[in-house]
Nanobody
Framework: QVQLVESGGGLVQAGGSLRLSCAPAGHTITRYPMGWFRQAPGKEREFVAAISLGGTITDYSDSVKGRFTISRDNAKNTMYLQMNNLKPEDTAVYYC???????????????????WGQGTQVTVSS
C-alpha cells in the first residue's frame, strides 16, 4: 500500500520559516511528479506547489511564489517544501501528493494526484 508521510510542520511566528518533508513508506517517488496542497479550516484544499519527476520543472500558486521553494532529492526518495516569510494566512494542514507515473510535468488539479499523505499542521501566529 502506498503511504506518504509528511513532517516538519509546527507553530511559527509571522516572518519565520519551516521546511516540510514528504517521504514514502515502502515505496519510491522517484518516477512520479509530486505536489503540495494545503487546507485551511472551512476552505477547500488548494494547490501550493508542484515539481516534475526530474525536479527540473516547478510550479507555484501566486500566493506562495517567491516565498516557498519545492525541491526533491531522489537519492533520498524525499520531497521538500521550504517555506520562508510565513504569513498567518499560510496557516493550514499541508499535504503531499503523488502525480501520474513517469510524467515529467507538473500538475495543479487535485484529481491528477492519486495518493495523499495524512497532512502536517502549519500554524503561523501574527
Amino acid at each position: 500500500q502506498v503511504q506518504l508521510v509528511e513532517s516538519g510542520g509546527g507553530l511559527v511566528q509571522a516572518g519565520g520559516s519551516l521546511r516540510l518533508s514528504c517521504a514514502p513508506a515502502g515505496h519510491t517517488i522517484t518516477r512520479y511528479p509530486m505536489g503540495w496542497f494545503r487546507q485551511a479550516p472551512g476552505k477547500e484544499r488548494e494547490f501550493v506547489a508542484a515539481i516534475s519527476l526530474g525536479g527540473t520543472i516547478t510550479d507555484y500558486s501566486d500566493s506562495v511564489k517567491g516565498r516557498f521553494t519545492i525541491s526533491r532529492d531522489n537519492a533520498k526518495n524525499t520531497m521538500y517544501l521550504q517555506m520562508n516569510n510565513l504569513k498567518p494566512e499560510d496557516t493550514a494542514v499541508y499535504y503531499c501528493a503523488r502525480g501520474p507515473y513517469r510524467s515529467n510535468y507538473t500538475f495543479r488539479r487535485r484529481d491528477d494526484y492519486d495518493y495523499w499523505g495524512q497532512g502536517t499542521q502549519v500554524t503561523v501566529s501574527s
